[in-house]
Each structure stands twice: as structure tokens, then as C-alpha cells.
């Protein structure tokens, strides 16, 4: 069964190369093939840079975020600090 179904993918692996080969025979269909892939391309460089700058921003939050929290922390130990003191 595994030699059928081997075959079986060749044939489907030919075919697929064949109909490739015919497709790309023609100059037109380069051209709108390449024409494709350069968009595609160009479009993707700007999903990137999309990401970079929503990376950049959230970033930015996080350190803000992470300054506040900082502070609020060194606050309240100052706090503990001084109800110790006053325990004692």
C-alpha cells in the first residue's frame, strides 16, 4: 500500500511541477507572478514596520507602567519603615 500511495504523490507532485511549467511558460504570467510577489512584498515591509512601531509603543507603557510601580513600592517600604521605627 505504501508504494501506491508513494506513486500516488509522485504523479501529484509531477503534475503540479507541469502545470507550473506551462503557467510560467508565458511572459505575461511572469510578469503578473513577479508584479504579485513585489506587492506582496512591499506590503509585508509595511505590516513590519506596523509591528515595530505597536512594539515601540507598548514598550514605551510597560517602562511607564514599570516607573510607576517603582515608586509606589519604594513609597510604601518608607512607609513600613517608619511604623517599625515607631513600634519600637
Do not use: C, P, Y
Amino acid at each position: 500500500m505504501s508504494k501506491k500511495s508513494g506513486s500516488f504523490l509522485s504523479l501529484l507532485t509531477g503534475m503540479a511541477l507541469g502545470a507550473a511549467a506551462i503557467f510560467f511558460s508565458k511572459a505575461e504570467n511572469r510578469a503578473k507572478t513577479k508584479e504579485i510577489a513585489n506587492e506582496t512584498v512591499k506590503r509585508a515591509k509595511v505590516e513590519v514596520n506596523k509591528a515595530k512601531a505597536k512594539v515601540k509603543v507598548v514598550a514605551k507603557k510597560v517602562t511607564s507602567r514599570g516607573k510607576k510601580i517603582k515608586s509606589e513600592i519604594k513609597s510604601d517600604v518608607k512607609e513600613i519603615k517608619k511604623i517599625a521605627k515607631a513600634k519600637k
